[in-house]
């Protein structure tokens, strides 16, 4: 039912009614700021009751942090596949995000600063006919200093050939310069960021779930709890750690999803046993201890492996005061109890 926005287009939700499923995606704001815009005065926002666990803190504490909200408005809509001729039914959420619209803001300055600085050096290094000050080297620098970033629409630059009565004005060049034949302008369109702003904080949803099963309120919080899962997903990617395996068949692909999952389920559960058993007076960093925090108290602990004539000795190293708080916490065994109960004792 829920997927991101890499994952929608209108094929998608065809083949999610195919088998009688329906759909809750985050699409591109691009593709729906036409209707946003054309139905902008008669759409009616309320505030979301959802609210991220950050934000429901500061709100129970009191917090002078700023309280974060969301709003959305619904609009119905029909979506046609223009390839196949059908039509499909569905319910535009647009999202208003008071922090998200900061954030964007905030980015855009930063490359807006980012930029203006590279321009002003350029500018200064053309001027004075410093290295690399040609048309061609002049070219690259600004590919690079704007390529692929979305403040490039504000700006403009040109090269403009120094005319002969310029030329004679110039002072002598300095060490390491040869005298400019270009100057170097650009502009900034204060306008266009305007008008980019209007969209700041924006977004859309886009859903084929009937009203009368469930409202864009209740889908916008299951939307949003998607991110409690998020770090799980994040680690099923990461830090485990599995041994190379030649995938050429699909019972191998299959072995090692399931491994990976019981793993994850393990590395989870771990977690979740340690916080139970914290106090409730236990400090905010006690609470939210995690299962990397508890592995890398234990990174150091080893076994020490002697050979002997009479066969092989295994000994466990003292555990430090805060390796056996968590064993205690968690009502695990100490390696020495383990390997006392697990391994044949030597003969007397």
């Not at 690399?132 to 620098?141: F, L």
Request: hydrophobic share 35%.
């Amino acid at each position: 039912m829920f997927s991101d926005r890499g994952t929608f287009s209108v094929g998608h939700l065809f083949r999610l009614k195919d088998i009688d499923s329906h759909a809750v995606c985050s699409a591109p704001w691009g593709e729906f700021k036409e209707q946003f815009k054309k139905h902008c005065k008669t759409l009616v926002w309320k505030t979301a009751s959802y609210l991220s666990m950050e934000q429901q803190r500061r709100r129970k504490s009191g917090s002078e942090l700023p309280h974060e909200h969301y709003e959305l408005a619904v609009l119905r809509h029909t979506l046609r596949d223009d390839d196949c001729g059908r039509e499909i039914n569905c319910r535009l959420i647009f999202v208003f995000s008071t922090a998200d619209q900061k954030v964007v803001r905030k980015q855009r300055q930063k490359q807006i600063d980012r930029i203006r600085e590279g321009l002003e050096k350029t500018q200064r290094n053309v001027a004075r006919g410093g290295p690399y000050s040609d048309e061609e080297s002049v070219a690259k620098r600004m590919s690079r200093l704007l390529d692929g970033k979305d403040a490039e629409q504000f700006f403009t630059w040109k090269l403009v050939k120094l005319t002969k009565r310029e030329l004679k004005k110039l002072p002598p060049a300095g060490r390491g310069c040869r005298k400019p034949t270009h100057r170097f302008e650009f502009t900034f369109d204060t306008k266009a960021v305007k008008a980019a702003e209007k969209d700041d904080g924006y977004s859309v949803i886009v859903t084929t779930v009937p009203q009368q099963q469930a409202s864009a309120d209740a889908l916008f919080t299951k939307f949003k709890q998607q991110n409690y899962s998020e770090q799980v997903n994040r680690s099923f990617k990461g830090p485990l750690a599995v041994r190379p395996l030649f995938l050429h068949t699909p019972e191998r692909v299959e072995a090692l999803v399931f491994l990976l999952l019981a793993v994850l389920m393990l590395y989870y559960l771990l977690q979740r046993l340690y916080r139970q058993s914290v106090p409730a007076d236990a400090s905010a960093k006690e609470q939210r201890t995690t299962t990397e925090t508890i592995l890398q108290a234990f990174s150091s602990y080893c076994l020490l492996i002697h050979r002997t004539r009479l066969g092989r000795e295994v000994q466990p190293t003292r555990l430090t005061t805060r390796q056996r708080e968590i064993l205690n916490q968690l009502g695990f065994s100490t390696p020495a109890q383990i390997l006392s109960q697990r391994l044949p004792r030597p003969p007397t």
